[in-house]
């Protein structure tokens, strides 16, 4: 891109009425991402005073400053805060448009976009990809761990095709179905009282340290059956993934309840692992957006994780 056409991109008009054009929005972005007039110049490999040309004419248009000037800092405004997240729905559109053209261009080849909680992507996605894979040796996988306040948000803008949660994401354009269940179990430090145990009962944390998860989490909800009556002492921390609980336990905060999915073998050698009584269980949902047919990776997925959650955890 030539100077001399970056600063055409709106040189024409000063009129705030006047659309934004696809080279300002693409400087713009440039300097959202960058932080900085410079920064957005290296990425656009154009002339600092180009960028800040343009940047002025954007602004004139709009009638409204898209960042605060302090020194040679921007700090973007409310309005450019809200700009952008428009801009990254329509970036992220456009790169799956060029996924889809480069994947047609390659016979059986495709990119399938996975997104699930940390604690099936310990275990279960790996070992569903891996059953997956000879039939789909030319694919290629683009896996996000997100929180299960984030699902829905990656389906809406189609930047996720299946994912795998604790609990069905509610939104009228997703569709989830149960693919099963898996227990719930205690893990603890070696040394730690509770290692000596059996099995575990909620009692045993009527005086015990341990690391517990914020009421309205899906393992929050899962062990209210568990703990019944019984108030367990306060949690020494809280977290909001088994996959912390984990590494807290490691580290010797005390022991946690978690799922089985998420306790890989590693972890099994260094931590004592207990059934609990009663036993309890967490869902395995699978998920996918209404608004466009899953596509044949997304089948061969759903089919693969069916088959690895049957086998067990």
């Known amino acids: ?72 800092r921007l700090t973007p405004t409310p309005e450019a805060l809200r700009l952008y997240a428009e801009v990254e729905q329509v970036y992220g559109g456009i790169q799956r448009v060029n996924d ?81 269940t898996v227990p719930i179990v205690c893990i603890a430090p070696p040394d730690h009282p509770l290692a000596s145990h059996d099995s575990v009962h909620a009692h045993d944390f009527g005086s015990a340290q341990w690391i517990a998860y914020p009421v309205g989490t899906p393992l929050n909800h899962a062990l209210t059956a568990f703990f019944g009556d019984t108030q367990p002492c306060p949690a020494a921390v809280e977290v909001h993934s088994p996959v912390t609980a984990c590494a807290f336990v490691l580290q010797g905060l005390g022991p946690a309840l978690v799922d089985r999915w998420c306790i890989t073998p590693e972890l099994a050698e260094r931590v004592a692992i207990r059934p609990i009584r009663p036993e309890a269980h967490v869902e395995i949902w699978a998920t996918h957006s209404t608004l466009a047919p899953l596509p044949l990776l997304g089948r061969r997925f759903l089919d693969a994780a069916r088959h690895v959650i049957e086998q067990g955890a």
């Open 100 to 180: 889809l053209a480069i994947a047609l261009g390659e016979a059986g080849a495709g990119v399938l976009r996975v997104v699930c909680s940390a604690s099936y992507g310990q275990r279960l996605v790996p070992r569903t990809l891996l059953a997956m894979r000879g039939r789909t040796e030319r694919s290629r996988v683009d896996y996000r761990s997100v929180t299960f306040d984030e699902l829905a948000g990656y389906f809406l803008t189609g930047r996720a095709d299946v994912g795998l949660s604790m609990s069905p994401p509610q939104h009228p354009h997703l569709n989830s179905v149960r693919l099963g």
């Open 1 to 72: 891109m030539q100077d001399d056409a970056i600063t055409e991109a709106g040189a024409s008009s000063h009129t705030a009425a006047r659309p934004l054009n696809l080279r300002q929005i693409e400087v713009f972005r440039a300097i959202m991402m960058a932080g900085s007039i410079s920064g957005a110049g290296r990425l656009l490999h154009v002339s600092q005073p180009a960028v800040s040309r343009v940047l002025s004419l954007t602004e004139s248009r709009l009638g409204y400053p898209l960042f605060e000037r302090a020194k040679s």
